[in-house]
């Protein structure tokens, strides 16, 4: 610290003024009596704790104030017990549950079911699969009252345990499943534009493609090759788009190039543009599932394929950043959604998550 300079450090005292009776026994103080002391009827004070969005503010904090004046705490434990509710929405992550944090769009997603849960005053529990035999058991053994899924694939046990759970649950991305919401977009359709956008150029295209099932199976192939439909429902709807886009370009899918990652991260790109850079032409046109993706793919092919050119998913700020034509995914938007739709199966559904075209500033529908 320099010579002569004066640190002022602020100290706030609160004092309560108790102007209510408080309870003088050793008894343990109850719902009722925060109600009494904050005027309040019990179903007020105790939607105050369990369902606060439904409770005004200035009544909510009169509540809470009188709680911590009596020293109230509410029992958790004892009220799941008797309500046989636990207020906590289970997210059931198909990922490895580091990808939750690491990825930047997973973060988005999970951060708009966080939103929602402050809202109403519901926990957030994380249930992560690991692809076993014991993972339905793992998912409906949670205390929780409703599951958010993110996307996963049409043959994932999980789907027909949950969709035959009493409790509600939806979906990101899909797969749509009897007995399951699903909040997702048109990926076919904005695969089909994005890509149509990026030919007009005449470019070669490539493609680094999301896992096709859930052996997670990394491998360079082409058109040709690929199964007729991907268990992942949103690989499947963006290689048909893709797919549609090349050939209405006049262009050979069954030649075209592609590239499947075992995971969506950088690192992942980066290896894929690799080994698909013998196939590509001075001007190719890489075509990723993932912002991620092409920033991995652009560190590997920067230097060798200066005048290549990248189309995204996601519309990231490290995206835009470097220009790329990206599809933009709200997925802290579907995040709040999907966490409505567990709290109230009955919350409205029925609007097209929508998307745009990003290129730097612009953007087309």
Known sequence: MPAGRAITVDICVTLHNYNGAV???????????????AGVSPMTASYAFTRPARVATATRERVHRAADEL??????????????????????????????????QAAQFLAGVAEVCVEEGRGLTFIPTRGDAADADRVLSAA?????????????????????????AVIQGGPPRQGIACVTQDDYRAALAVASQGLRESRTPVVISFPLDRNREHMVTTG???????????TD??????????????????STPIAVVARNTQQDGLTAARELAPQLTPTAL???????????????????????????????????????TSVTNPLRDQGRRCAHLALDPGHPNDQEIPWTITAGRESVM
Do not use: C, N
């Not at 004892?78 to 990922?95: D, N, P, W």
């Not at 409703?146 to 509600?168: C, I, K, Q, Y």
């Not at 709807?237 to 069954?254: I, K, N």
């Open 23 to 37: 309870p003088t026994d050793r008894r343990r103080v109850t719902l009722k009596d925060v109600a009494a002391r």
């Open 71 to 104: 020293g109230y705490h509410p029992d958790a434990v004892g009220r799941a017990l008797k309500s046989g509710r636990t207020h906590q929405i289970g997210v059931v992550f198909s990922e490895h549950l580091a990808y939750a944090f690491d990825d930047p």
């Open 144 to 168: 929780v009252d409703g599951f958010v899924l993110w996307t996963t694939a049409e043959d994932d046990p999980v789907l027909a345990a949950v969709a035959d759970d009493p409790r509600p």
């Open 224 to 234: 040709a090759d690929l199964p007729p439909r991907a268990p992942f429902p949103v």
């Open 237 to 254: 709807a963006r290689l048909r788009g893709y797919r549609t886009a090349v050939e209405q370009a006049g262009l050979d899918w069954t």
């Open 286 to 324: 890489i075509i990723a599932m993932s912002d991620e993706l092409v920033l991995g793919a652009h560190q590997a092919l920067q230097e060798t394929h200066p005048e290549a050119a990248y189309l995204g998913w996601d519309a990231s700020p490290a995206g835009r950043r470097l220009g790329i």
